[in-house]
């Protein structure tokens, strides 16, 4: 009896004798006959072509047998199994979800304990296995408890099912499922998952590459049988070494013959025989390459099945021979045109189980490390074209997916190789140093480079003008002291008619979908600095023929910009994080702000939120300490140098203490900051004594960010610029030698304050402290004086040795 082929068996069970047509009919070899399918065709008409494929034989036969089907399956498998499903609400530019739903019925059975005997990890990978082996697709039936909620999914054996055509026209009736005792079930569709690769015409079967590939399935198994054949029953020796036996008796001559034995064990081996009298050759017995005929064959079916599969062998942990570009560009290919789409098909299946129709399903495939490739080369291409002086830099972060600075140094071209600024707006122009402010149209904020002088200043205290910064100014007044709810209604009323709509633009709406948990989010704000120190800083002037020095307003100017480029991307980032945590399920959960997913949702509660929690003030503070510092490090060490070569010193003395003034300047910053976080965390409890709707609390934020933000970081650019600047350049004159000595100059304007304007003009020696209104200030913008002395100080000093006083 002939020996059945694998292949041919399987498709000889639904096409019939006859084979000069396509005629096939529809027959189940499972065991037992449908009493509602027997007899009759399917409304769709099809070839039932699914019909007959057995599981069984392609899992012994294919799966465990053969290798290389092995292995492609298992690899696209275990990326099913490893990587959890994500439930979701609204999509963000970037492709993330905008509210992330941590807590779904759905999540705990497919993440968590499918069923009492597997985990969710391990069912996930038997279903993404029998898709790939079953023409007719996995069967999933959903289990729910008597409120509705998921509690377990199971897989059934998928030659044990039949999907039962309706003759009505609703496409499936139900599906007939045999237990293991013979018994048939009849299951409603609701409780089926149908998951299969469709079948281009036939909708009652799936596709598996295992048909395409059956024939080199075959010859791969073939090729290794009739090897294992050839050693085993193969008698040759390697070589025959012929002598004279006219003198062997018969059995000297058996024992020779004895020689030829079959057997892997005797491969190679040298044999003795006779040749007649006088006469000896040696003969080679080795088997030539046609005779091994594995290596050609087994080479071309490996090629065959991966493809069929859509692996890659560098993917199955074999890259010898490919560059580490080549290997990366295959694991990308394997991703993006085949395990994404088959994760795709898994996911999908259960999007009817979510209860929202806007919420979306998906496996996490953040943490795939190929996948940042495509990203990768953009962020590569648009940092060569900045460059180049071809895009701005804010061009360039919306591309690489951070938000812009809008500011005008971020909005400008920088040309090479000078990086000579080109303003993207005429406004602009002034704050770049290119041109003087023109008109209204050309007015800054207060405190930025290049602002009107007359302009009002922001209170010291910080808080915001305006409307919408008069409802911050009156929450911060109604914290000092007990009040009705009525003036906090207004609050919230106020800040709810100014705050833009919903209007967060790409920056923040990328920063709070990225930021659903309280973990500090790396990356933006270390490129914001590393950006910033890309803005060119023109040295600091000195005159080196004159043993003189004075820092001008063109070098506070440029440290204050240089200190505000840092500042705006860490103001947009933590107005994002506020928000993000606002909005993110674990903030809100036990708070009235949760909103109920059903009748049985008890998550909410009347608990207020955790204010000092989401503001993160301390974590906030750490990190624009540390950005403060790394920015104004630089301008210190700038300072200190030219104020050394201007008074004769061809480097700053090494005992130098410049740490003391960055360090003066990054708490001035750092106090400045607090006020303000401390003024929102006042509104938003203000706010939620009120307010039970998040997007009440959400207007606040943006409302305070857009008044009190924007002031507060002027302030801080301006403050910490004039200590570091004025700090280090005392310093190092100290440094150099007692007879230095300095003279106080205001700017003389109507903004200098009187206690300042007092002792405009005066000269002390570098080492004593100039008395201003009853205080000690060694240096204008010295933090060791009391706030009102410091804030918004644009005085400086003018440096000389004494031989020079006139």
């Known amino acids: 009896m002939a020996k059945?082929?694998?292949?041919?068996?399987?498709?000889?069970?639904?096409?019939?004798?006859?084979?000069?047509?396509?005629?096939?009919?529809?027959?189940?070899?499972?065991?037992?006959?449908?009493?509602?399918?027997?007899?009759?065709?399917?409304?769709?008409?099809?070839?039932?072509?699914?019909?007959?494929?057995?599981?069984?034989?392609?899992?012994?036969?294919?799966?465990?047998?053969?290798?290389?089907?092995?292995?492609?399956?298992?690899?696209?498998?275990?990326?099913?199994?490893?990587?959890?499903?994500?439930?979701?609400?609204?999509?963000?530019?970037?492709?993330?979800?905008?509210?992330?739903?941590?807590?779904?019925?759905?999540?705990?059975?497919?993440?968590?304990?499918?069923?009492?005997?597997?985990?969710?990890?391990?069912?996930?990978?038997?279903?993404?296995?029998?898709?790939?082996?079953?023409?007719?697709?996995?069967?999933?039936?959903?289990?729910?408890?008597?409120?509705?909620?998921?509690?377990?999914?199971?897989?059934?054996?998928?030659?044990?099912?039949?999907?039962?055509?309706?003759?009505?026209?609703?496409?499936?009736?139900?599906?007939?499922?045999?237990?293991?005792?013979?018994?048939?079930?009849?299951?409603?569709?609701?409780?089926?998952?149908?998951?299969?690769?469709?079948?281009?015409?036939?909708?009652?079967?799936?596709?598996?590459?295992?048909?395409?590939?059956?024939?080199?399935?075959?010859?791969?198994?073939?090729?290794?049988?009739?090897?294992?054949?050839?050693?085993?029953?193969?008698?040759?020796?390697?070589?025959?070494?012929?002598?004279?036996?006219?003198?062997?008796?018969?059995?000297?001559?058996?024992?020779?013959?004895?020689?030829?034995?079959?057997?892997?064990?005797?491969?190679?081996?040298?044999?003795?025989?006779?040749?007649?009298?006088?006469?000896?050759?040696?003969?080679?017995?080795?088997?030539?390459?046609?005779?091994?005929?594995?290596?050609?064959?087994?080479?071309?079916?490996?090629?065959?099945?991966?493809?069929?599969f859509g692996v890659p062998e560098s993917v199955l942990g074999n890259a010898s021979g490919r560059t580490f570009d080549n290997a990366e560009q295959e694991e990308f290919n394997f991703w993006n045109h085949t395990e994404l789409d088959h994760l795709a098909t898994i996911a999908s299946a259960f999007a009817g189980d979510l209860g929202n129709p806007q919420a979306k399903i998906r496996f996490d495939t953040s943490a795939v490390e190929v996948l940042e490739l495509p990203r990768r080369r953009r962020?590569?291409?648009?940092?060569?074209?900045?460059?180049?002086?071809?895009?701005?830099?804010?061009?360039?972060?919306?591309?690489?997916?951070?938000?812009?600075?809008d500011n005008p140094h971020s909005r400008a071209l920088w040309i090479s190789p000078q990086k000579a600024p080109v303003p993207a707006r005429p406004e602009d122009a002034a704050a770049l140093g290119i041109a003087a402010p023109d008109g209204a149209a050309g007015q800054l904020p207060p405190g930025q480079p290049g602002a009107d002088p007359n302009a009002p200043i922001p209170p010291a205290d910080g808080t915001a003008t305006g409307d919408a910064a008069a409802a911050v100014a009156q929450a911060r007044a109604d914290a000092d002291q007990p009040t009705g709810p009525g003036a906090a209604q207004s609050v919230v009323a106020q800040a709810r008619a100014d705050a833009a709509p919903a209007q967060p633009g790409a920056a923040s709406a990328a920063v709070e979908a990225a930021h659903q948990s309280e973990q500090r989010i790396p990356g933006e704000a270390a490129a914001a600095v590393s950006e910033a120190r890309g803005l060119q800083v023109k040295a600091l002037t000195g005159d080196s023929a004159t043993s003189s020095f004075e820092?001008?307003?063109?070098?506070?100017?440029?440290?204050?910009?240089?200190?505000?480029?840092?500042?705006a991307p860490l103001f947009d980032r933590q107005q994002g994080v506020i928000i993000a945590r606002l909005r993110s399920p674990k903030a809100r959960k036990g708070t009235r702000y949760w909103k109920d997913d059903g009748p049985t949702d008890t998550r909410g509660g009347d608990a207020p939120l955790d204010i000092e929690r989401i503001v993160g003030t301390d974590r906030w503070l750490d990190e624009l300490a540390g950005d403060l510092a790394h920015v104004l490090a630089g301008i210190a060490h700038t300072t200190a140098q030219h104020t050394?070569?201007?008074?004769?010193?061809?480097?700053?003395?090494?005992?130098?203490?410049?740490?003391?003034?960055?360090l003066d300047a990054v708490y001035a910053g750092e106090d400045a900051a607090r006020r303000f976080l401390d003024s929102l965390m006042t509104l938003l409890e203000q706010g939620q004594s009120v307010t039970s709707d998040i997007n009440?609390?959400?207007?606040?934020?943006?409302?305070?960010?857009?008044?009190?933000?924007?002031?507060?970081?002027?302030?801080?650019?301006?403050?910490?610029?004039?200590?570091?600047?004025?700090?280090?350049?005392?310093?190092?004159?100290?440094?150099?030698?007692?007879?230095?000595?300095?003279?106080?100059?205001?700017?003389?304007?109507?903004?200098?304050?009187?206690?300042?304007?007092?002792?405009?003009?005066?000269?002390?020696?570098?080492?004593?402290?100039?008395?201003?209104?009853?205080?000690?200030?060694?240096?204008?913008?010295?933090?060791?004086?009391?706030?009102?002395?410091?804030?918004?100080?644009?005085?400086?000093?003018?440096?000389?040795?004494?031989?020079?006083?006139?």
């Not at 909620?149 to 026209?169: H, W």
């Not at 820092?551 to 500042?567: N, Y």
């Open 4 to 308: 059945r082929r694998w292949l041919p068996a399987l498709r000889t069970l639904i096409t019939s004798g006859r084979h000069d047509t396509e005629a096939k009919t529809i027959t189940w070899s499972g065991g037992y006959t449908s009493t509602t399918y027997a007899g009759t065709a399917n409304i769709w008409s099809t070839e039932g072509r699914a019909d007959g494929w057995d599981v069984g034989r392609v899992v012994t036969e294919g799966y465990e047998r053969v290798v290389w089907v092995y292995k492609a399956i298992d690899t696209i498998g275990k990326h099913a199994a490893r990587l959890p499903l994500q439930i979701g609400v609204g999509l963000t530019e970037d492709g993330e979800f905008e509210e992330v739903i941590e807590d779904h019925p759905l999540l705990r059975v497919l993440n968590g304990k499918a069923n009492p005997v597997e985990t969710g990890s391990q069912f996930r990978k038997r279903l993404s296995a029998q898709i790939l082996l079953s023409k007719r697709g996995a069967f999933v039936e959903v289990t729910r408890s008597n409120r509705g909620t998921i509690t377990r999914l199971d897989l059934l054996p998928p030659d044990r099912v039949i999907p039962v055509p309706d003759p009505r026209g609703e496409y499936i009736a139900h599906y007939e499922f045999t237990t293991l005792f013979g018994e048939v079930r009849e299951l409603d569709p609701e409780r089926v998952r149908w998951i299969r690769d469709p079948h281009p015409t036939d909708p009652f079967s799936g596709v598996t590459p295992l048909e395409a590939a059956g024939i080199s399935v075959e010859l791969d198994h073939l090729s290794r049988l009739y090897n294992t054949a050839f050693i085993k029953n193969d008698a040759r020796p390697g070589g025959i070494v012929a002598v004279d036996t006219s003198t062997l008796s018969p059995a000297e001559m058996d024992r020779l013959e004895a020689r030829f034995l079959p057997g892997s064990e005797y491969a190679g081996h040298v044999s003795v025989v006779g040749a007649g009298p006088g006469g000896m050759n040696y003969v080679d017995l080795a088997a030539k390459p046609r005779e091994m005929a594995y290596e050609h064959a087994a080479q071309n079916a490996k090629i065959e099945i991966l493809a069929a």
């Open 551 to 567: 820092v001008t307003d063109d070098d506070f100017d440029q440290a204050q910009q240089a200190a505000a480029a840092v500042l």
């Open 644 to 662: 050394a070569a201007a008074l004769g010193a061809p480097e700053p003395p090494a005992h130098t203490p410049l740490t003391a003034a960055i």
């Open 379 to 405: 962020r590569a291409e648009a940092r060569e074209e900045w460059d180049a002086g071809l895009i701005s830099i804010d061009e360039y972060r919306r591309r690489a997916g951070l938000p812009a600075y």
């Open 696 to 806: 009440d609390l959400v207007a606040l934020v943006r409302t305070a960010f857009t008044d009190m933000g924007r002031h507060t970081a002027a302030a801080i650019a301006e403050t910490t610029a004039v200590a570091t600047v004025n700090g280090a350049a005392n310093v190092t004159a100290a440094a150099i030698g007692p007879d230095i000595i300095r003279t106080w100059v205001t700017r003389r304007d109507d903004r200098v304050r009187a206690s300042h304007a007092a002792v405009d003009g005066t000269t002390l020696p570098v080492t004593q402290p100039y008395d201003v209104d009853g205080y000690p200030m060694r240096y204008p913008g010295d933090q060791l004086a009391p706030l009102h002395l410091t804030i918004n100080c644009r005085c400086r000093l003018r440096y000389r040795t004494a031989e020079e006083t006139p």
